[in-house]
């Protein structure tokens, strides 16, 4: 039924279409109006991915207002507060098996229809980053040089404590690795100086790719406390968000600075009181060999009854207000290697009797006949097996001695004394005719060295140097003198600031020792 008529039928017509409901399309008087078509629409979240554990607000607009909101997720999302409204909290619950494989869809719902809108997203993890450090390889074959295990840090924020890891200034670069799940998630990296080191402490050390975007070495040229991040940079801004995955691995780098440096040789200390009619036995000091221990505590008194001494006064600067931070970590001692033996007793029918490093330690000695293996120059110069820690140090070797500086840092002094001695048969231990002379040299290398307790078997060089020693002569007439008994040696040794790699010298910090496979060569 329809009405006509004039101007006042119109009127009551309008009057009757703007009180029936909207979307009532039952028989009527009046026209039904037109159906309303509802649009809904998610604002676009500040990046698509979401970290396992983090929280964030996603808001929709529904067109025409007046409709019911429903948010629903798949996936890794997990829906939160305000899920029948606007905006809802979405979290990421678990992370996802690759990208985009998680959706956030919204349901708006008016006058009978509903329109929806979906999003993709990304939950991920960056669960961790471990940090390797190269040993130092042992020298005679290559071997030893990944025998550190990593170092590893799960922080979300920055954590300088006593568990914070702590490496040597030249020390090498630590490599970087971090976890994130799903791997292909990019991530940034940033390295910054904790805020409480010392204003006169400077740069950053460099932190650059190592082959992969989860990879990166950090070199350890810089001095102080560092902080290095990996993070999903969601909002672009070169540093992690609120709502931005983020591990950080703070690490203590130490410098060793050399403020006095002391190399003693004494050639008044040469004697023979030990020989006896089977063997020339020379010392070069008064102790017949005896040193004080690793790690012994002695003083400068030390040094009047040694060939060779060596004093170094060390500056450790770490990080913090004080410059202290890492600095109890780091010990110090001398690797002594020796590079070359040419000690000779000469006999009266022409043979010979010389010192020999031989490779099997077990080997009877004097050797008197066959063809066994030789060790190659240089030979670390010490007792035991140990590589690592204070093993390599030459005995005698010494850093007991420290204190805190006024003026930042931490002091340590650093000796060691050596008294070599040699002996010869007054026979030949085969055809038995009698030592008419003596000649040749011990030669050695000795090298400051430092290390990290953390990582025990990377040692940096602060300081290096070369001696050699002679034992005199000797006549069947005269017997032995001191004629040509001599230290060769510097006065002080070359510094290395920074401190080098051990393994850009020629350190050997692995066993088999000089001493132990010491043995006398008849043939």
């Known amino acids: 039924m329809a009405f006509c ?17 909207a979307g009532a399309c039952k028989d009527s008087v009046v026209p039904c109006p037109k159906a309303l078509t509802p649009a809904v629409k998610i604002s676009p979240p500040r990046c698509p991915f979401l970290a396992k554990g983090k929280s964030v607000k996603v808001k929709a607009t529904g067109t025409p207002a007046g409709g019911t909101y429903s948010w629903s997720a798949t996936g890794g999302l997990v829906i939160g507060a305000g899920a029948a409204t606007d905006e809802v909290t979405v979290t990421g619950g678990s992370t996802s098996a690759a990208l985009a494989d ?18 993709s997203w990304t ?13 130092t390889p042992c020298r005679r074959d290559g071997t030893g040089a990944d025998s550190m295990p990593a170092r590893t840090s799960v922080a979300t924020t920055p954590v300088l404590d006593a ?37 006169d402490l400077a740069g950053l050390p460099a932190l ?41 691995f703070s690490v203590n780098i130490v410098d060793v600075l050399i403020t006095e440096n002391k190399v003693i040789k004494r050639d008044t200390l040469f004697r023979n009181n030990r020989s006896n009619a089977a063997a020339l036995v020379v010392d070069s000091s008064s102790t017949a060999g005896a040193v004080p221990a690793v790690n012994a505590v002695y003083t400068d008194a030390e040094f009047t009854k040694y060939p060779l001494s060596v004093k170094l006064t060390v500056t450790l600067i770490g990080g913090g207000p004080k410059k202290l931070r890492g600095t109890d970590r780091i010990r110090l001692g001398f690797i002594q ?20 490093i031989a490779v099997n330690a077990a080997l009877a000695s004097p050797i008197t006949g066959g063809a066994p293996a030789m060790l190659g120059f240089p030979v670390r110069d010490t007792r035991g097996a140990s590589n690592t820690g204070a093993g390599p140090f030459i005995v005698s070797s010494s850093d007991v001695e420290t204190s805190e500086l006024a003026a930042g840092g931490r002091q340590r002094v650093v000796r060691y004394v050596e008294p070599p001695a040699i002996a010869l048969n007054m026979a030949h231990p085969v055809t038995a005719k009698p030592l008419t002379g003596i000649s ?84």
């Open 163 to 199: 568990n914070t890891t702590c490496i040597v200034k030249g020390c090498g670069e630590l490599n970087l690795t971090a976890a994130v799940v799903p791997n292909t998630v990019p991530v940034s990296w940033s390295v910054e100086r904790a805020p409480d080191d010392k204003g």
């Open 102 to 119: 998680s959706t956030l869809t919204v349901q708006y719902t008016l006058g009978g229809k509903t329109a929806s809108d979906a999003t």
């Open 123 to 135: 939950v991920y993890e960056i669960s961790k980053i471990e940090a390797k450090l190269r040993a």
């Open 440 to 523: 040749g040299s011990n030669d050695f290398d000795f090298f400051l060295c430092a290390y990290s307790d953390q990582f025990d078997a990377n040692y940096a060089v602060a300081a290096s140097a070369s001696w050699s020693i002679t034992y005199g002569s000797y006549t069947p007439a005269g017997g032995w003198t001191t004629a040509g008994a001599a230290v060769a040696a510097p006065a002080a040794m070359a510094v290395h600031s920074p401190p080098v790699r051990a393994e850009d010298l020629a350190v050997e910090r692995c066993a088999p020792n000089f001493v132990d496979n010491l043995k006398m060569d008849a043939r």
């Open 337 to 356: 290697t020796t590079t070359a033996d040419s000690v000779t007793g000469t006999y009266a029918d022409g043979r010979t009797l010389k010192e020999v």
């Open 5 to 21: 008529g004039g101007s006042e039928d119109r009127n009551k017509q309008a009057e009757a279409a703007k009180a029936q409901p």
């Open 208 to 248: 650059a790719d190592n082959g992969g975007p989860l990879l990166r070495k950090l070199k350890a040229n810089a001095t102080g406390s560092f902080h290095v991040q990996v993070f999903h940079d969601c909002g672009g801004k070169g540093k992690p968000g609120a709502d931005d995955g983020v591990i950080v």
